[in-house]
């Protein structure tokens, strides 16, 4: 099994930029992919970003494209989505996910493990 939690979520400006992290804990024998998640009000969850385990391959929904960039820190356990040139658009809950993998493949939607999400506002 593996926790976890999110961090870094808040209200900003548009335009501007936050980064949000997902600290993973409980599991340090299996190689993970993780990815972000979002959900706004009134709308289905969203699949954001994901990246391999190695970090060598990555993900991004068309809409985020150039504006986000997903990375991993495995030595500290973390992932990161640094968000710049924020639009009210992007205003949701954010969470991130992780799955078991036995390669480097990573997964758009099948994720078994999430955390509890972190809320980002892009006021206008």
């Known amino acids: 099994q593996v926790h976890l939690v999110e961090s870094g979520g808040g209200l900003v400006q548009a335009g501007g930029s936050l980064r949000l992290s997902c600290a993973a804990s409980?599991?340090?024998?299996?190689?993970?992919?993780m990815a972000w998640f979002r959900q706004a009000p009134g709308k289905e969850r969203e699949f954001v970003a994901a990246?391999?385990?190695?970090?060598?391959?990555?993900y991004y929904t068309d809409s985020v494209k150039g504006r986000f960039t997903i990375s991993r820190d495995n030595a500290k356990n973390t992932m990161y989505l640094q968000m710049s040139s924020l639009k009210p658009e992007d205003t949701a809950v954010y969470s991130c996910?992780?799955?078991?993998?036995?390669?480097?493949?990573?997964?758009?939607?099948?994720?078994?493990?999430w955390g509890q999400g972190t809320q980002v506002t892009v006021s206008s």
């Open positions: 996910a992780a799955e078991v993998v036995w390669s480097d493949y990573v997964p758009l939607q099948e994720y078994s493990h």
């Open positions: 409980g599991r340090a024998n299996s190689n993970y992919a």
């Open positions: 990246i391999s385990w190695s970090g060598h391959s990555t």
